[in-house]
């Protein structure tokens, strides 16, 4: 069953922009791309724009942001085209986010993006130490970091992100913590702190599988807890499982995601959630290019949402942020959806010390709660039947 959205009723919409291209596949990363050469980016320029043109105007988006890939890979002039392509389908968003890798990080691109309106830049840091650096496949230096994080400040961004990656092959918690301390060291607006994971055809997947690197949950949990010790202390609320902010500088596109609310994608592989609709575009440049000349959007694993699907992911993602889930709003957005039958799990955690029950009526998971909150998704799908 899916709930009819009355008129007055409005939720935020966000746009999610791929841009495919990465000059090296990093040891970790298993999402799509592209070589970027000159024809492939004047093709995905024109098929950004023909993508839009099928959509049609929306003027009442509350967030963008470009992901990757490398969107800096992007030189100055075709950043500016991107922009104000996006613009003339869009307006101006509350938030507009762009990851950069900072190598790809130069004074005259993130002049362009600032005047576009660009508000937000989150840089893939990964870690202070060039053997961890080395051990991820990534190109940049520990010197590009500095410059670029001079330059971000520079020019003047509302926020700026660092992101940092912990449980690194050879990685102590003294290195972790000594990360930790730089990027505070730093002061950026926000920080995000991300678990290795080994995704299948990756390098480091195929390292794992010979035997030459291994996972060790315990240290996991050593490096989760040094984050919430040394960020909160430093003035960084965490506000999701993997991420942190100085006040007003969290990141409203994610959150907006995370609660299960619309966005719209756009580029090739990217996904989407959209008018009772989920969807990816096909992971291939050239057919997404081609589908769009010929009028159409290359979508795949198009799948009708109904409202007990966004609920249950609502639920999950929801608890992963400290400020929970709220059953009764859950209950007027799915008026259809069981969510009595989560009572007894519920009070399994709160009883098992997992989860707290806030004086507004919240439900959020507990520090403990957190460190399995992966299996506690797992755990809340089956209480609706679900696999």
């Keep these: 069953m899916k709930r009819e959205t009355s008129e007055k009723e409005r939720f935020p919409l966000g746009l999610y922009l791929h841009v495919p291209f990465c000059s090296k596949t990093c040891d970790f990363c298993a999402f799509y791309q592209v070589r970027p050469t000159r024809n492939v980016i004047e093709r995905y320029l024109d098929g950004i724009e023909a993508e839009l043109s099928l959509i049609g105007q929306c003027d009442s988006l509350d967030t963008i942001f470009w992901g990757g890939g490398t969107p800096g890979l992007l030189l100055a002039k075709d950043m500016e085209r991107l922009g104000k392509t996006v613009k003339k389908f869009v307006g101006e968003p509350v938030e507009w986010s762009v990851e950069m890798a900072p190598g790809s990080i130069k004074e005259d691109k993130l002049r362009i993006l600032k005047d576009v309106g660009v508000t937000r830049i989150s840089m893939g840091v990964q870690s202070f130490k060039d053997v961890f650096l080395d051990g991820l496949g990534r190109q940049h230096s520990l010197k590009q970091i500095y410059k670029a994080y001079d330059l971000l ?3 003047g961004f509302s926020s700026v992100n660092l992101d940092l990656i912990f449980s690194i092959p050879g990685q102590t918690a003294e290195d972790w913590e000594g990360d930790l301390k730089e990027a505070v060291r730093l002061a950026p607006d926000h920080l995000s702190t ?13 390292k794992l599988s010979k035997g030459r690197v291994s996972i060790d949950e315990e240290k996991e949990v050593a490096f989760y807890r040094k984050s919430w010790e040394v960020l ?3 003035g960084y609320a965490q506000y999701e499982i993997s991420n942190y902010a100085r006040e007003g500088h969290q990141c409203v596109h994610n959150i907006n995601t995370w609660r299960m609310y619309e966005w719209i994608g756009i580029g090739p592989s990217a996904s989407e959630q959209y008018k009772g609709w989920r969807s ?3 992971a291939d440049e050239e057919r997404w290019y ?3 000349m010929q009028g159409k959007r290359a979508q795949v694993e198009r799948i009708f949402l109904e409202d007990r699907h966004l609920c249950e992911d609502a639920l999950i993602f929801g608890l992963r942020m400290n400020a929970g889930v709220k059953l009764k709003e859950l209950e007027k957005r799915f008026p259809g959806v069981p969510l009595s039958s989560l009572s007894p799990f519920f009070q399994n955690l709160l009883d098992e010390g997992k989860m707290i029950r806030g004086n507004n009526g919240n439900f959020c998971l507990s520090a403990e709660g957190r460190l399995v909150a992966d299996a506690l998704g797992l755990e809340l799908l089956n209480c609706f039947g679900s696999k």
Excluded: M, V
């Design 290 to 292: 081609e589908g769009l």
């Design 280 to 282: 990816s575009n096909i």
């Design 194 to 206: 991300y678990c290795l994971t080994f995704e299948e055809d990756t390098a480091l997947y195929l």
């Design 232 to 234: 909160p202390a430093a």
């Design 153 to 155: 400040r520079k020019i």
